[in-house]
């Protein structure tokens, strides 16, 4: 074979190319050494837990060390997906509570009708923290907030632990956002229905792909508080596999249980999380799913279907001015005379909740918005006479 013979201009090129690989690799290395840094920087800046600091900060020192011998880039995205979680939850971060127990009275009344035992029992909770008070510390506080949250540990005061139990559509999950509005809490839904799986609520170790934190953790994120009012939706509905429902009772005993959620272990984050200050409620048609270890720390509290009187209330000043606001009726527009309200309530059955109730109403509102719309007039009486009009036979709950 004829050797190639390297002209001047040959070599010239090559060492270009050489010195252009060179100049790239710094580049890359350098890249690779600031989104290091930036890291460690995100992690000093943060108000963390020191033990917690340290053991990502080592976790960051080992990047360091592999962005010298490659394999480096999978590594990173981990390690910046762990830092950037851990830095997001709001480490000694808590609102301040309205405990002034006229505003709850207020806002409880206001948004609903009967429910004393429930309503007498948030006041309760109010009473207690208002003499015997969390200490105070606020998103705002600046850094140092966890360390003040650990100071918390020797007041003997926990958030209560509520289940309401009672069929659909009378009113647990709105009762829950009107609790959190009365206390000045932030609010957080958790839906359990079909949950199949633990990973969900604790989240899944780091060494799985795609792995992350489970709700609870992601709801405090959400938040920015530690201490929200979390609501554990339809705790009785949870995956009925075999093992499943066992297992997912069980890590809701360590989130429920007082003595054990102040240092409630996330697979994924795996370092204790203080939910103490968190405020549960459950909801649940029925408890016949929970196990009884879980049952002795909830408090039950339940809500009783409602008679027809209580519905006429509720129809007359909850759910007829919201639904004539939702169809733009205004208020002179619609009457509902006192006779009528027995056939708009039970047109063709008895059900035990609001909801058909609601509907019913609702689709007298768009009745009247239709008739308003085609010109047919602008105020309209709802009659046992003419009812039907607005209502037709085939609307309702059969018996």
Known sequence: MEQIKKTPQKVADIKKIQQSQANTSIDIETEELVEIEELASKLMKADLPETLREKALKMVGRLRRMAKFGSYSGEYELIEKYVDWIITIPWGSLSKDNLDLGNARDVLDRNHYGLLSVKERILEFLAVATLNPFDEITSEGGEGGFEKMKEMKKVEQHAPILCFVGIQGIGKTSMAKSIAHALGRKFVRISLGAMGSVTDLKGQSRAFLDAEPGQVIKALCRT????????????????????????????????????????????????????????????????????????????????????????????????????????????????????????????????????????????????????????????????????????????????
């Open 224 to 399: 920015g508080v530690m201490n929200p009012l979390i609501l554990l939706d339809e705790i009785d509905k949870v995956s009925a596999a075999e093992g499943r429902r066992a297992d997912i009772n069980a890590s809701l005993l360590e989130i429920l249980d007082p003595e054990q959620n102040p240092s409630f272990i996330d697979s994924y984050i795996d370092y204790p999380v203080d939910l103490s200050r968190v405020l549960f409620i459950c909801t649940a048609n029925t408890l016949s799913t929970l196990s009884a270890a879980l049952l002795d720390r909830l408090e039950i509290i339940r809500f009783p279907s409602y008679s027809d009187e209580e519905k006429e209330q509720i129809g007359r000043h909850y759910l007829l001015p919201k639904v004539m606001k939702a169809c733009g009726l205004k208020q002179d527009q619609l009457d509902i005379k006192e006779s009528t309200w027995p056939l708009v309530i039970r047109p063709l059955g008895f059900d035990a909740g609001v909801r058909q109730l609601e509907r019913n109403i609702t689709t007298i509102c768009r009745k009247v918005a239709m008739k308003i719309v085609q010109g047919k007039g602008e105020k309209f009486t709802l009659t046992s006479e003419n009812f039907r009009e607005y209502l037709p036979a085939d609307i309702g709950v059969y018996s």
